[in-house]
């Protein structure tokens, strides 16, 4: 793997030394960076690309629906001419139709509502976002709820005997 900072940059002849942990460090980091603006970059060429397809795709199928419904329509319409030319008056014919659609009107709201009451709540994430904005309070330095750990010499240390848990 190539890395962005040369030995030219470094201050040192090809070959001489061995960089520095800092250099090293000031590389990988530089590379790490060139990484995920290139991974940026494909990432908004294809959901562009993505996105357009998706609309153009909702887009059609909601015209599909706008003509089936104009398609039902006529449907019922036929169906009510079809009970007039049965014998039945035409007013009555078109009233049957009504209450036919009614009723399926109806028991589609009747399902559409015990599936709503079977839906469940997102308990866990209720749960942290409660517990958020005393995460997020800033406090007075000084006046910390729980113990900071304290870094010496390498080393993490708490102040106390309590655990450090994010």
């Not at 908004?44 to 104009?70: D, P, Y």
């Not at 078109?94 to 839906?119: D, E, Q, W």
């Not at 010496?152 to 106390?160: E, F, H, T």
């Amino acid at each position: 793997m190539a890395h962005s900072v040369s030995p030219a940059q470094l201050g040192t002849p090809a070959g001489a030394e061995e960089p520095s942990i800092g250099t090293l460090v000031q590389s990988a980091m530089a590379d790490v960076s060139t990484l995920v603006r290139g991974e940026v970059e494909l990432a908004k060429a294809e959901i562009g690309t993505s996105a357009k397809k998706a609309g153009i795709s909702v887009a059609l199928f909601g015209a599909a629906g706008v003509l089936a419904a104009f398609a039902g329509i006529y449907l019922f319409v036929m169906v009510a001419e079809l009970l007039t030319w049965l014998g039945i008056e035409r007013w009555i014919s078109y009233l049957i139709v009504t209450a036919f659609l009614l009723l399926l009107a109806g028991v589609c709201v009747f399902i559409g509502t015990r599936m709503i009451k079977k839906i469940e709540k997102p308990e866990r994430t209720l749960e942290t976002l409660s517990v958020l904005p005393g995460v997020l309070h800033r406090e007075a330095p000084g006046q910390r709820h729980r113990a900071v750990p304290e870094v010496s010499n390498g080393k993490v240390a708490l102040r106390g005997n309590e655990s450090y848990k994010v």
